[in-house]
């Protein structure tokens, strides 16, 4: 099993950057693909993207695409998110996941195994 601790959220005015991170604890990160996840209030849980365990590739929702960077440093067990322009509708608690299945299989799937607890993010001016 792997632990997943999100931190980063909190409040920015629409335009500005943020960068969340993702600290992963128990088995061997690079073992696994990561990726990350958000819901809106009174949404479903939306697909942000995925990165493969060696983060030589990437998958990205197309409302974050050009917008949202997501990367991983295997020797720190640690994922993040970079989100530059940021919009109200990004507005979500934002959540790490894992997974040993492939990045590729998990951009079509949108499943993963093992949740973080999330952060929240709020734009707004």
């Known amino acids: 099993q792997v632990q997943l601790v999100e931190s980063g959220g909190g409040l920015v005015q629409p335009g500005e950057s943020l960068r969340l991170s993702c600290a992963a604890s128990?088995?061997?990160?690079?073992?696994?693909?990561m990726g990350w996840f958000r819901q809106a209030p009174g949404k479903e849980r939306e697909f942000v993207g995925v990165?493969?365990?060696?983060?030589?590739?990437?998958y990205y929702a197309d409302s974050v695409k050009g917008r949202f960077t997501i990367s991983r440093d295997n020797a720190k067990n640690t994922l993040y998110l970079q989100m530059n322009a940021l919009k109200p509708e990004d507005t979500a608690v934002y959540y790490c996941?894992?997974?040993?299945?492939?990045?590729?299989?998990?951009?079509?799937?949108?499943?993963?195994?093992?949740w973080g607890k999330g952060t929240l993010v709020t734009v707004s001016s």
């Open positions: 128990g088995r061997p990160f690079s073992s696994y693909s």
């Open positions: 996941a894992a997974d040993s299945g492939t990045a590729a299989r998990i951009s079509v799937t949108k499943v993963m195994t093992y």
């Open positions: 990165i493969s365990r060696s983060g030589a590739s990437t």
